[in-house]
């Protein structure tokens, strides 16, 4: 994923549209499925259609998604896309009014929520799904010393490998790839 296909966030608004347990789940069902019909999203996130097209507006008026109303086979079907394929923010752009700092933090604790619920989840799946992967799915921690200058080195590395494999060519193999969750954190912390 290039630079030009994310969006620096540093209005509190969007932020908090995007803090919703819901809302930031369906846009990772675009990040993985691709443009969808509400149809769609609501059988991916076992919602009501009604429930998921609420939370679309919401998604919508921050400009986090928009239709998509070329791929529409008919004028009754609406298609959404996300408008940009990721987000990112630095809580420090909201410190000079507490309100939005609040929010950041909001945001912030609400993604490392969902990363973790998306690790228990996987530990939570039986045997037999497990062994289907054949320990393939890893889990590391390192304790690094490190100047500030070097952890943003390092997170500019780690970006551009992800990066790398999500924008690979898949082969046309006819292997069974399934979405794999993938997430780094690099922070200052005491053992």
Excluded: C, Y
């Excluded at 969006?7 to 930031?24: C, G, N």
């Excluded at 059988?43 to 998921?52: L, S, Y």
């Excluded at 998604?65 to 298609?79: F, G, I, K, N, S």
């Excluded at 609400?110 to 039986?126: P, T």
Aim: no cysteine.
């Amino acid at each position: 994923m290039d630079n030009s296909d994310v969006r620096q966030i540093t209005d509190s608004r969007v932020l908090a549209a995007m803090s919703h347990p819901l809302r930031r789940r369906l846009m990772d069902v675009f990040k993985v499925h691709g443009p969808s019909t509400v149809g769609m999203l609501a059988e991916r996130t076992d919602q009501a259609p009604a429930n998921v097209s609420h939370h679309l507006r919401v998604l919508a008026a921050a400009d986090l998604v928009t239709e998509a109303p070329e791929l529409a086979r008919d004028r009754r079907e609406r298609w959404w896309r996300l408008v940009t394929r990721a987000v990112r923010w630095s809580n420090t752009d909201f410190d000079a009014d507490p309100a939005a700092r609040a929010v950041a933090d909001a945001a912030t604790s609400l993604n490392l929520d969902r990363h973790v619920a998306l690790a228990r989840a996987w530990h939570a799946v039986d045997e037999t799904t497990r062994a289907t992967w054949n320990d393939a799915a890893f889990s590391t921690d390192h304790w690094l010393r490190l100047t500030p200058e070097e952890l943003a080195e390092l997170s500019r590395e780690m970006i551009d490998l992800l990066a790398r494999w999500a924008n690979r060519d898949l082969p046309d193999d006819d292997a069974d790839r399934r979405p794999v969750f993938v997430f780094v954190h690099g922070v200052p912390a005491r053992p």
